[in-house]
């Protein structure tokens, strides 16, 4: 096997991935479900192929945050490190997890219905509610919009 394009974990080490491919893009969520469970006023998420991510170690620890999706997070260290909605080709690695996280080819800003008042953004990049303009829209079509 090639040398994967980036790697990450958590902040302990006990948990570890490697992505294997480009990631598909990145955006900052500020829902609020990924503002809860973040504790961030946005998630910083990366989303990959499932068929380029692999873990190294094994895998975390898991919680179902929605009918949805489910979050993985190191059960020792709590870091934060997926987010994976059930039946999209795609999952999502918090950017902050990577080793590098300059590889992250930020591409926008989703769920920003609550976006928090005082947080400004002149980063230029691209703004929607959640699910709007994304292929799994329908996935995310009922849920309430301040609170995705």
Known sequence: MSAPF???GCQCGAVRYALDARPVTAEFCHCRMCQRAT???AAGFLDVDRAAFRWL???P???RSSEKAQRG???A???PLTFDA???PTMAVSIGSLDDPNLAPMGGHCGIQSKVRWLRMDDGL???KTGEGVSAAPLWADVEQGDA
Do not use: I
């Open 61 to 63: 620890a898991n919680y």
């Open 77 to 79: 260290c709590g870091t």
């Open 126 to 128: 691209p703004r929607r």
């Open 86 to 88: 059930f039946g999209v």
């Open 39 to 41: 504790g961030q006023v």
């Open 6 to 8: 980036a790697t990450g």
């Open 73 to 75: 997070f190191c059960p």
């Open 57 to 59: 170690t094994p895998p």
